[in-house]
């Protein structure tokens, strides 16, 4: 940039300068808060506050808890008089609450002051003058002595129309523009000032440091303000108060290292508003400490309406990444956060802490009345598995399988790039259930009835295509068997690679969840179901998983109703079934009936026979303490010896190592 020359340091080191405040870590205590947003703030907005405007606004300071409100400079305007007349005369002032008013050191405009003052239970009068080298030498071309005359001689008539008018009043004197002034210089006004007053325990005064122009350096500034501490005359007697402005961005920062050198009281505004950049951000502030486990007396537990209310009645905006109090300031679009934070929860729930350390978020935003589905987890195509996850956990009761978050992440992300928007925790779930829960456009499942023969057989009514076929299946259980029911329907390869269960947390406690993954050519698909009885909803996310299978998807795929009745008498009657009696039942000659069993199903007769018997043998050494010898018999093999050498043939591995397998 050009014409950076032109600049030079404004601000002056104190003449002892000490760091004393750099040993301190941290804020214990909060400061005496004040409030100027109804005189500072309110002179900075475009279209300044009505009187009712002010009186509501006045109201809500009260209502989050500040005890201390400057509410306006009296003498500048005739809404500014009305309106602390109005708090005055209608008895609006609570006991415990002290109003403060602002007045030049011009003696018709303290006078003017002390008119609309008159009968406030408590109030503080703030006087002010300029004193930096800027306002001396360009605006009132006096001397420092003469600067000095203004401020006492506007301190012995604040204290004179005090005792002649009837309240109850304090004192407050500000060397406008603080940071610009020779701080000795500074200490010799203020110390002139209080040799007027005379403060003492029962009847302080307060000394307030405006950085009216913000000029320099926190440190600086805190290493002026404990110049100021170390040296101020009645210190026992005083409140030190600090006005920190934000024209460098540091005001937070000014009115922290501030208190640690010493400082008693702040002077700010809700959301920083102010002149120029603004005052500093009592809200931050505030919050501050309380995220540090302090309890800054101020409250603000309700912070979205709070907003609204500042929005409406100062028709300023409240910005989005405003620290505490924005709308997306807990919000994480990203992936890695929301994974992050959703850990986190749920390390909390599990721990059952009540110490908050959740990653990325320093405070709990319920302590500010926000919510977690609709303030922290938002989701958008940036969104990682981790935050979907948690949305439809808190929302939805769905807490759904680690290795099924992937594809509904990437299933809720692709809506959300190609529709290039947020997308709702409504909008989210309805994703979640379109594709995992009422996916079922190729076949579903009418009707299954269970048997107990020698494991689980199952007859399944299966619509396809409009067509209703009822197919057997066995297995080990009654969802394998039913698995085994679509597999030999449709003549497709797949296996239950994941089955999960839990109690749905929302709604219905009777109603159960169940999550189905199926694995097919090393991909997973998943389904899920929800029902009151777990088998129909096991069997629900089965049908949902299915129907994904690019196997199944042609018009044509599925066996042949005479293939699966044939396959379906094998399977009820393995034990003893022979190609002759089934040529009798199917009403086929024995070479045909062979051919077309070859040619429907890829095996012959004695393969089918013998793939049914594996299967129930399979079963027998899943579900049960049968002997390997007392398994080979029940399921037809004439010895041990030949079932051992062909179970290990087709398994890789013996009856006994299969048993064992984990």
Same mark, same amino acid.
């Given at each position: 940039?050009?014409?950076?020359?032109?600049?030079?340091?404004?601000?002056?080191?104190?003449?002892?300068?000490?760091?004393?405040?750099?040993? +301190?870590?941290?804020? !214990?205590?909060?400061?005496?808060?004040?409030?100027?947003?109804?005189? /500072?703030?309110?002179?900075?907005?475009?279209?300044?506050?009505?009187?009712?405007?002010?009186?509501?606004?006045?109201?809500?300071?009260?209502?989050?808890?500040?005890?201390?409100?400057?509410?306006?400079?009296?003498?500048?305007?005739?809404?500014?008089?009305?309106?602390?007349?109005?708090?005055?005369?209608?008895?609006?002032?609570?006991?415990?609450?002290?109003?403060?008013?602002?007045?030049?050191?011009?003696?018709?405009?303290?006078?003017?002051? &002390?008119?609309?003052?008159? =009968? *406030?239970?408590?109030?503080?009068?703030?006087?002010?003058?300029?004193?930096? %080298?800027?306002?001396?030498?360009?605006?009132?071309?006096?001397?420092?002595?003469?600067?000095?005359?203004?401020?006492?001689?506007?301190?012995?008539?604040?204290?004179?129309?005090?005792?002649?008018?009837?309240?109850?009043?304090? #004192?407050?004197?500000?060397?406008?523009?603080?940071?610009?002034?020779?701080?000795?210089?500074?200490?010799?006004?203020?110390?002139?000032?209080?040799?007027?007053?005379?403060?003492?325990?029962?009847?302080?005064?307060?000394?307030?440091?405006? @950085? @009216?122009?913000?000029?320099?350096?926190?440190?600086?500034?805190?290493?002026?303000?404990?110049?100021?501490?170390?040296?101020?005359?009645?210190?026992?007697?005083?409140?030190?108060?600090?006005?920190?402005?934000? !024209?460098?961005?540091?005001?937070?920062?000014?009115?922290?290292?501030?208190?640690?050198?010493? *400082?008693?009281?702040?002077?700010?505004?809700?959301?920083?508003?102010?002149?120029?950049?603004?005052?500093?951000?009592?809200?931050?502030?505030?919050?501050?400490?309380?995220?540090?486990?302090?309890?800054?007396?101020?409250?603000?537990?309700?912070?979205?309406?709070?907003?609204?209310?500042?929005?409406?009645?100062?028709?300023?905006?409240?910005?989005?990444?405003?620290?505490?109090?924005?709308?997306?300031?807990?919000?994480?679009?990203?992936?890695?956060?929301?994974?992050?934070?959703?850990?986190?929860?749920?390390?909390?729930?599990? +721990?059952?802490?009540?110490?908050?350390?959740?990653?990325?978020?320093?405070?709990?935003?319920?302590?500010?009345?926000?919510?977690?589905?609709?303030?922290?987890?938002?989701?958008?195509?940036?969104?990682?598995? =981790? =935050?979907?996850?948690?949305?439809?956990?808190?929302?939805?009761?769905?807490?759904?399988?680690?290795?099924?978050?992937?594809?509904?992440?990437?299933?809720?992300?692709?809506?959300?790039?190609? $529709?290039?928007?947020?997308?709702?925790?409504?909008? %989210?779930?309805?994703?979640?259930?379109?594709?995992?829960?009422?996916?079922?456009?190729?076949?579903?499942?009418?009707?299954?009835?269970?048997?107990?023969?020698?494991?689980?057989? *199952?007859?399944?009514?299966?619509?396809?295509?409009?067509?209703?076929? @009822?197919?057997?299946?066995?297995?080990?259980?009654?969802?394998?068997?039913?698995?085994?029911?679509?597999?030999?329907? &449709?003549?497709?390869?797949?296996?239950?690679?994941?089955?999960?269960?839990?109690?749905?947390? +929302?709604?219905?406690?009777? +109603?159960?969840?169940?999550?189905?993954?199926?694995?097919?050519?090393?991909?997973?698909?998943?389904?899920?179901?929800? /029902?009151?009885?777990?088998?129909?909803?096991?069997?629900?996310?089965?049908?949902?998983?299915?129907?994904?299978?690019?196997?199944?998807?042609?018009? /044509?795929?599925?066996?042949?109703?005479?293939?699966?009745?044939?396959?379906?008498?094998?399977?009820?009657?393995?034990?003893?079934?022979?190609?002759?009696?089934?040529?009798?039942?199917?009403?086929?000659?024995?070479?045909?009936?062979?051919?077309?069993?070859? $040619?429907?199903?890829?095996?012959?007769?004695?393969?089918?026979?013998?793939?049914?018997?594996?299967?129930? *043998?399979?079963? #027998?050494?899943?579900?049960?303490?049968?002997?390997?010898?007392?398994?080979?018999?029940?399921?037809?093999?004439?010895?041990?010896?030949? #079932?051992?050498?062909? #179970?290990?043939?087709?398994?890789?591995?013996?009856?006994?190592?299969?048993?064992?397998?984990?």
């Amino acid at each position: 940039m050009k014409n950076f020359e032109k600049y030079e340091r404004a601000y002056f080191m104190p003449p002892q300068v000490s760091y004393d405040w750099v040993r +301190k870590d941290h804020i !214990d205590a909060p400061p005496i808060w004040c409030s100027v947003d109804l005189r /500072d703030g309110n002179q900075a907005l475009i279209e300044p506050m009505s009187l009712e405007e002010k009186i509501e606004f006045f109201q809500m300071l009260v209502a989050i808890g500040f005890k201390e409100i400057e509410v306006g400079f009296p003498a500048a305007s005739d809404t500014e008089y009305n309106f602390l007349r109005a708090l005055i005369e209608r008895n609006m002032i609570p006991e415990d609450v002290t109003i403060q008013v602002l007045t030049q050191a011009r003696e018709h405009i303290i006078k003017k002051t &002390f008119e609309a003052v008159k =009968g *406030a239970p408590h109030a503080v009068i703030h006087l002010y003058n300029s004193t930096s %080298v800027a306002q001396r030498e360009q605006v009132f071309r006096k001397s420092k002595e003469e600067i000095k005359r203004i401020a006492v001689d506007g301190a012995e008539l604040l204290k004179n129309l005090a005792e002649e008018t009837t309240g109850n009043f304090s #004192f407050q004197y500000s060397p406008e523009s603080f940071p610009g002034t020779e701080v000795d210089y500074a200490l010799e006004i203020c110390n002139a000032v209080l040799d007027v007053w005379q403060p003492n325990p029962d009847k302080k005064a307060i000394i307030n440091l405006p @950085t @009216t122009v913000e000029n320099a350096m926190p440190h600086v500034f805190a290493s002026q303000v404990e110049f100021m501490n170390k040296n101020l005359k009645y210190r026992n007697s005083i409140i030190l108060c600090l006005h920190p402005h934000n !024209d460098r961005g540091c005001g937070v920062c000014d009115a922290e290292l501030g208190m640690l050198a010493g *400082a008693d009281r702040i002077e700010g505004t809700l959301f920083g508003n102010g002149e120029r950049t603004g005052n500093v951000d009592i809200i931050t502030l505030a919050m501050n400490l309380f995220s540090h486990g302090v309890d800054p007396k101020l409250d603000f537990s309700n912070m979205p309406e709070i907003c609204q209310k500042y929005e409406n009645l100062t028709r300023m905006q409240v910005h989005a990444r405003q620290p505490y109090a924005g709308e997306l300031v807990f919000t994480a679009f990203s992936g890695s956060h929301q994974d992050a934070i959703a850990k986190g929860m749920n390390y909390r729930s599990e +721990k059952k802490t009540n110490q908050w350390s959740v990653p990325y978020l320093p405070i709990d935003p319920k302590d500010v009345g926000r919510e977690y589905d609709s303030d922290v987890i938002r989701i958008n195509s940036q969104s990682g598995k =981790g =935050g979907i996850g948690y949305i439809l956990k808190e929302n939805y009761g769905m807490s759904i399988p680690a290795k099924m978050k992937e594809d509904v992440g990437y299933t809720v992300k692709g809506v959300s790039d190609r $529709e290039h928007k947020e997308l709702s925790p409504e909008w %989210v779930y309805q994703i979640f259930e379109d594709k995992y829960m009422n996916n079922t456009p190729y076949f579903h499942i009418e009707e299954f009835r269970f048997k107990q023969i020698d494991g689980i057989m *199952a007859q399944v009514t299966i619509n396809h295509n409009g067509q209703v076929r @009822t197919i057997v299946g066995n297995g080990n259980g009654r969802l394998d068997a039913v698995s085994n029911a679509i597999k030999q329907y &449709f003549d497709v390869h797949y296996e239950l690679a994941i089955y999960e269960e839990h109690a749905h947390s +929302k709604g219905s406690s009777s +109603k159960a969840v169940s999550y189905v993954g199926v694995s097919c050519n090393n991909k997973l698909y998943w389904g899920v179901g929800i /029902d009151d009885d777990i088998i129909n909803s096991s069997i629900n996310a089965l049908v949902v998983a299915v129907n994904q299978l690019d196997e199944i998807q042609a018009e /044509d795929k599925c066996r042949d109703e005479r293939i699966n009745q044939i396959i379906n008498y094998i399977q009820t009657n393995y034990l003893t079934v022979t190609l002759v009696e089934l040529s009798d039942q199917m009403h086929l000659s024995i070479p045909y009936l062979s051919k077309y069993i070859k $040619e429907k199903s890829g095996g012959t007769f004695g393969e089918i026979v013998r793939n049914v018997r594996m299967k129930k *043998a399979c079963t #027998f050494l899943k579900n049960g303490n049968m002997t390997v010898e007392k398994i080979a018999d029940s399921v037809g093999y004439q010895n041990v010896e030949h #079932f051992n050498r062909l #179970f290990k043939k087709k398994y890789g591995m013996t009856p006994v190592q299969f048993r064992n397998k984990k």
